[in-house]
């Protein structure tokens, strides 16, 4: 590689990196300042401020292998920062699927008994879902230590010296009952819960054709909720993708596709957090005051002397 390359990819990634953390960060912050104003944790503020946090550390993760790769040129993977990661992830994909799971059940309208039952406990069944994930992901890293990692830690070290195929690597790095338990389980809940979603935008929109009546609040939460959880999907197939072809033996011998994969594998984490800014009236409302407030405090008059502005209070 050239050393005007390695310098293009440590900089996108400490952008995405930084992109990632003000988004995640804002989502937090905005979430916990509602909860202490309520004097209540709402079930949706706890989803956010989870998924926040974890993608906080995915995003820092995802900088750390992209900076150990532009320096040593190779991929170094101990235990411990493995089984992180796979933890992180995988708690990752479950407080997401959890989040699409309590769009679809407070906004789609659907006349099934398990539906109806599930709209009037969904918000006393979040924290317990929470945990749930939490112990499962802790319960599935433990497991991948102890039936997979010695196998697979030889196998990682066979691939990098080109002794190993990268269909090898990756059956013996991703087992197949780890991506079964770990990956098929919460991702058939989500296309199920996106599935429902839009079935329900459908019938709502056929309804309103019928009575010759425009888009209605029902109808607007429907649209932002659909685009938010179909722009996840989207982001996180092209999350897999990216990671399984940057694997692949094609790629790793074409530096720059490897490095194109990585970049959109790395755009995730960052990525659905700004969707979620963005479709979310109060976040995107709050973002804004945090960005006047940054440019205020960044900001002073021609003689470089920052002169405080009221409207930058929040």
């Known amino acids: 590689m050239t050393r005007l390359f390695l310098i293009?990819?440590?900089?996108?990634?400490?952008?995405?990196?930084?992109?990632?953390?003000?988004?995640?960060?804002?989502?937090?912050?905005?979430?916990g300042i509602e909860c202490i104003k309520r004097k209540k944790v709402t079930a949706y503020d706890?989803?956010?401020?989870?998924?926040?946090?974890?993608?906080?550390?995915?995003?820092?993760?995802?900088?750390?292998?992209?900076?150990?790769?532009?320096?040593?040129?190779?991929?170094?993977?101990?235990?411990?920062?493995?089984?992180?990661f796979i933890f992180v992830n995988e708690v990752n994909l479950w407080l997401a699927t959890y989040l699409c799971l309590f769009y679809c059940v407070k906004i789609a309208n659907i006349f099934h008994p398990?539906?109806?039952?599930?709209?009037?406990?969904?918000?006393?069944?979040?924290?317990?879902?929470?945990?749930?994930?939490?112990?499962?992901?802790?319960?599935?890293?433990?497991?991948?230590?102890?039936?997979?990692?010695?196998?697979?830690?030889?196998?990682?070290?066979?691939?990098?010296?080109?002794n190993l195929t990268a269909s090898n690597f990756l059956s013996s790095l991703f087992p197949v009952p780890i991506l079964v338990v770990g990956l098929i389980v919460p991702?058939?809940?989500?296309?199920?819960?996106?599935?429902?979603?839009?079935?329900?935008?459908?019938?709502?929109?056929?309804?309103?054709?019928?009575?010759?009546?425009?888009r209605d609040l029902s109808t607007?939460?429907?649209?932002?909720?659909?685009?938010?959880?179909?722009?996840?999907?989207?982001?996180?197939?092209?999350?897999?993708?990216g990671i399984i072809i940057s694997l692949s033996r094609t790629s790793s011998q074409n530096e720059f596709f490897m490095f194109i994969c990585f970049f959109v594998?790395?755009?995730?984490?960052?990525?659905?957090?700004?969707?979620?800014?963005?479709?979310?009236?109060?976040?995107?409302?709050y973002a804004r005051k945090f960005l006047l407030c940054a440019k205020c405090l960044l900001g002073g008059d021609s003689t470089g002397v920052y002169k405080p502005n009221r409207t930058c209070c929040f």
């Open 46 to 84: 706890l989803l956010l401020i989870s998924l926040g946090i974890f993608r906080i550390f995915l995003q820092a993760l995802i900088l750390t292998c992209h900076m150990i790769f532009v320096f040593t040129l190779n991929i170094y993977v101990e235990k411990e920062a493995f089984l992180f």
């Open 220 to 241: 607007e939460a429907h649209i932002r909720a659909v685009k938010s959880v179909f722009s996840f999907f989207i982001l996180y197939t092209s999350y897999y993708m």
């Open 114 to 162: 398990f539906f109806l039952w599930l709209k009037m406990r969904i918000s006393r069944l979040v924290p317990w879902l929470i945990l749930g994930s939490l112990l499962f992901s802790l319960a599935l890293s433990v497991c991948y230590l102890l039936l997979y990692w010695p196998e697979a830690k030889e196998e990682i070290r066979r691939y990098f010296s080109g």
């Open 187 to 214: 991702l058939v809940i989500f296309d199920a819960s996106l599935f429902l979603m839009i079935y329900s935008l459908c019938r709502h929109t056929r309804k309103m054709k019928s009575m010759a009546t425009g």
């Open 8 to 31: 293009i990819q440590l900089i996108l990634g400490v952008v995405q990196f930084l992109t990632g953390i003000v988004a995640n960060g804002i989502i937090v912050i905005v979430s």
């Open 265 to 285: 594998a790395a755009e995730y984490p960052s990525g659905h957090s700004i969707i979620l800014i963005l479709g979310n009236p109060k976040l995107k409302h």
